[in-house]
């Protein structure tokens, strides 16, 4: 059973940075990084295929959202530059086992979260 912790959230003014991460406490198929805002859904803005490398983030967030991963470690991060209010929520990691569907919500397994406030 894949635990995960995230860390890394905050308060912050618009134009700053924050870089999140997620420590897993085993490898898994895919491993991603999903927001949901206050009144909007969860949406998945960033991942890693870890067999692969492969990384995806939400053309919504692109230039401004990186992903990277440590597999020694188990840990994916998520570096967010240029941060906007609308940046504001709170950022889950999540895993699933079998498949990298960023646009589906029901991923096998999710954090607790890290809040992230942007004014």
């Not at 912050?12 to 909007?40: D, E, M």
């Not at 295929?49 to 990186?66: I, L, W």
């Amino acid at each position: 059973h894949v635990q995960l912790v995230e860390s890394g959230g905050g308060s912050v003014q618009a134009g700053g940075s924050l870089r999140l991460s997620c420590a897993a406490n085993a490898h898994t198929f895919c491993i991603a990084w999903f927001r949901q805002a206050p009144g909007k859904e969860r949406e998945g803005v960033a991942g890693i295929q870890v067999s692969n490398g492969m990384t995806y983030v939400a053309d919504s967030v692109k230039g401004r959202f990186t992903v990277s991963r440590d597999n020694a470690k188990k840990t994916l991060y998520l570096q967010i530059n240029t941060l906007k209010p609308e940046d504001t929520g709170m950022y889950y990691c999540a895993t699933d086992p079998s498949a990298c569907m960023y646009g589906r919500r029901n991923w096998s397994t999710y954090g607790q979260g890290t809040q992230v406030t942007v004014s």
